[in-house]
């Protein structure tokens, strides 16, 4: 077997393998979604659907899983009030994805460059932080609703700190057992013992603990009556039975809500904020791929586009890239894109035919999962190797992750930015100007562009030099000096013959300011 076939076999393997853990965390997602925005509940399943068997061939992304996004669950509960119905928020779904396929021919992906990486891995142990705290309590059987659990709002995060407090109080002990015993499978089958084995090394541990939970329950009402997972506790799908069930599923938009000009305001602001989350989530995804394969960022907002206008075409919900389900990919060993095209063809034979043996599955081994992915991307080792980077490296790192857990993403993401670029500033402060001392000789250099923003450090080295010493001020390595620091130059050297200083200059052209009284 060539090496190429046997990479392909590899890669097939493990992209099916991994599909199975995402499309088991994305199920009931979707439809939690669909909940938590109002929508009718299938609409979360068709948006995974378009996300897994469209937007995967059509993104540039090798990792990344789309399908419907948590963090517009408040705008589209708005906009169907807003707009009168779900059939006017359709339309607005339409226009959104149309909006996003031109910023991708813009080429307004490169906004996700200037994304600093401790910004980004702040993002991260963020939402893994999130995930922890969103999942416990369904880990321990307080499934008050499974809508938000990848979401960002403050509510959500404020709240599931009190969750988990009344999750203690009202622990159900079967679904605890399930979950922890769940949580040490994928502990356990992460281990280097496992690993020595190519055959077990072929089952997914998160195949093995829903398995797990399943048994458990099937034994639980024969032996352990008061320890049987009721159905709340369990996944719950609507049963269709064929594909004319599907189909009558679908919905249409409101193409009347064209002469309405609040459908045109939504649309602008799912496009934003949608556009937003992909850019930011395939960024992450690139950072968490062993490969380091680069996603073009155009190219997937004209994927997340094509994706959101189809969606809103059936009657789906709005589709981004999801940091939690990719995460789960690529934790669970997904190598290409077909790990997110296999999902979506099981989200869709499983509501065809499977809806009811799906809904044995308990939500405290869903829960065990996310618990898993959440801590990978929270671990102890992310927070200490950004504290040996240093301050400047750490604290946008800490601002990001404590911002988003106390506001929501992207006011998370705004304040991370906004301290990232504190420091950038901070060192291309320090680095733009230096001031050297050889004995009674100085040398001052310009280092690239030199702007106002330096004028208060040059002042500062300039009144450093004592009386009675040479100056070398050495701009050959600045490609542009602004006029102000030019200014201050000038008020220097006036200043410098009564302080017995000789000043010398290189490649620095002063310009004649004979209308300026210095």
């Keep these: 077997m060539s090496s190429s076939v046997k990479n392909l076999v590899t890669n097939l393997r493990s992209d099916f393998s991994a599909s199975i853990v995402v499309f088991l965390v994305a199920l009931p997602l979707c439809l939690g979604v669909a909940l938590a925005s109002g929508a009718p509940m299938f609409a979360g399943i068709i948006a995974g659907l378009v996300g897994g068997l469209i937007v995967s061939w059509a993104s540039g992304s090798q990792l990344s899983v789309s399908g419907p996004a ?80 990848e979401s960002y709002m403050r509510e ?79 996944v719950s799908l609507p049963v269709l039975g064929n594909a004319a069930s599907f189909i009558d599923q679908l919905r249409l938009p409101d193409f009347n809500q064209f002469s309405n000009p609040k459908a ?7 496009a934003i904020i949608a556009s937003l989350e992909s850019l930011l989530s395939i960024e992450a995804v690139d950072k968490l791929d062993l490969q380091k394969r680069i996603a073009p960022a155009n190219r997937e907002l004209k994927a997340q586009g094509i994706g959101n206008f189809i969606s809103g075409l059936v009657g789906g919900l709005p589709i981004t890239a999801v940091i939690v389900r ?57 927070f200490v190797a950004f504290y040996q980077r240093g301050w400047n490296q750490f604290l946008p790192f800490l601002i990001t992750v404590l911002a988003i857990l106390l506001a929501d993403l992207l006011a998370g993401i705004a304040i991370g930015m906004l301290f990232g670029f504190f420091f950038v500033l901070k060192a291309n402060f320090h680095a733009a100007i230096t001031l050297t001392q050889h004995g009674s000789n100085y040398l001052l250099r310009l280092h690239k562009d030199v ?68």
């Design 70 to 149: 948590a963090g517009l669950t408040v705008i589209v509960f708005n906009a169907i009030e807003s707009l009168g119905g779900y059939g006017g928020f359709l339309f607005s779904l339409m226009l959104a994805g149309g909006l996003q396929v031109l910023l991708g021919f813009l080429k307004a992906g490169v906004i996700g460059a200037f994304f600093p990486a401790s910004v980004v891995n702040g993002m991260l142990a963020a939402i893994g932080i999130i995930l922890i705290l969103k999942q416990m309590p369904h880990a321990m059987g307080f499934d008050v609703s499974f809508e938000g659990d």
């Design 156 to 234: 959500n995060a404020e709240s599931s700190f009190f969750e988990l407090v009344r999750a203690i109080e009202g622990l159900n002990p079967g679904v605890t057992l399930v979950s922890v015993v769940a949580l040490l499978i994928l502990i356990f089958w992460e281990c280097r013992f496992i690993k020595r084995f190519s055959l077990l090394r072929l089952i997914p541990g998160p195949l093995l603990a829903v398995a797990w939970g399943i048994c458990y329950n099937s034994f639980a009402v024969h032996l352990m009556p008061e320890w049987v997972i009721g159905e709340k506790h369990l």
């Design 264 to 270: 045109y305001g939504v649309a602008v602001t799912i």
């Design 326 to 382: 990719s995460s789960a990919n690529i934790n669970a060993g997904g190598k290409t894109r077909l790990a997110c095209f296999f999902h979506g063809v099981l989200l869709l034979i499983s509501v065809l035919f499977f809806s009811t043996s799906l809904n044995t599955i308990p939500l405290a081994c869903l829960a065990a999962i996310l618990l898993h992915t959440g801590y990978k991307l929270a671990s102890p080792r992310l």
């Design 451 to 518: 702007s106002f923003l330096n004028k208060a450090l040059l002042r500062k080295y300039l009144q450093d030099v004592p009386e009675n010493s040479d100056l070398w001020i050495d701009g050959s390595k600045a490609q542009f000096i602004d006029d102000d620091i030019l200014d201050a130059i000038a008020d220097f050297m006036l200043t410098a013959l009564n302080r017995n200083i000789n000043v010398e200059l290189q490649d620095i052209a002063m310009p004649v300011r004979s209308n300026i009284s210095h």
